[in-house]
């Protein structure tokens, strides 16, 4: 248990809905990652915070966004989904904001039908 | 655009043997190299590299980094069948926008 909590496990919806993950970081780690694995992409980084405010930005779609709340919990919202967004969402969390180890949280998987 | 390639895709091995898997990066202002296993769900942290040539182990794993080469190898030696997993190579960079880039891993398979 790497202490880093994701909500829900599971999802399923429908295409041109829109979805909330939530992550709560590791006890003392400001910085919060989120990264997407599919089958065919392998595990691709989406978007870093750090103490609120966003650090870093990798392959994140403008259907998505994030943010970091005072209490350092980070949600991730996906909108107008579709079949292609079916895939496992991580959260993962490190302490500083070039935090080498970064702590993976047990992941939200997402089916989009 | 940063690249990591890992090699093989996939293996299976009997337990005992020992198996070498393969990370190669193509990073702009790279800092480190993290590798990862992923059993069931979340990645586990394994090892950070960052010099040249200095090994780090850990029980049976070890792994090494040639930055010349911009290549790193995991090692797992007298491998059991807990080792099965996808083992994920990610490379990080400098600066303010730093970040992990992921290779698609390799999976490996120990048989009886």
């Known amino acids: 248990d790497s202490g880093v909590t994701q909500t829900p496990k599971h999802l399923i919806t429908a295409t041109g809905q829109r979805v909330t993950l939530r992550c709560s970081p590791r006890?003392?780690?400001?910085?919060v990652y989120w990264y997407q694995q599919s089958l065919d992409q392998g595990l691709q980084f989406l978007i870093q915070y750090y103490n609120g405010e966003e650090r870093a930005k990798g392959n994140i779609l403008e259907r998505f966004s994030a943010q970091q709340f005072p209490d350092l919990h980070s949600e991730l919202n996906l909108s107008s989904l579709e079949l292609g967004d079916s895939a496992l969402y991580f959260c993962?969390?490190?302490?500083?904001?070039?935090?080498?180890?970064?702590?993976f949280g047990p992941g939200t998987r997402l089916l989009v039908l | 655009e940063d690249k990591v390639v890992q090699s093989p895709l996939s293996l299976v091995v009997h337990e005992g043997d020992t198996v070498t898997l393969n990370c190669s990066y193509e990073?702009?202002?790279?800092?480190?190299l993290l590798w990862y296993k992923q059993e069931k769900k979340a990645p586990t942290f394994l090892f950070m590299l960052?010099?040249?040539?200095i090994e780090k182990k850990s029980g049976r794993l070890s792994s090494i980094l040639d930055k010349k080469e911009l290549f790193s190898i995991l090692n797992i030696t007298a491998t059991q069948t807990g080792d099965s997993a996808v083992y994920l190579c990610?490379?990080?960079?400098?600066?303010?926008?730093?970040?992990?880039?992921f290779g698609t891993g390799t999976r490996l398979q120990v048989t009886l």
């Open positions: 006890s003392g780690d400001l910085s």
């Open positions: 993962a969390s490190s302490v500083a904001p070039q935090g080498e180890t970064q702590y």
């Open positions: 990610a490379a990080r960079n400098t600066g303010t926008a730093s970040k992990l880039t």
């Open positions: 990073v702009t202002n790279f800092r480190s």
């Open positions: 960052t010099s040249s040539g």
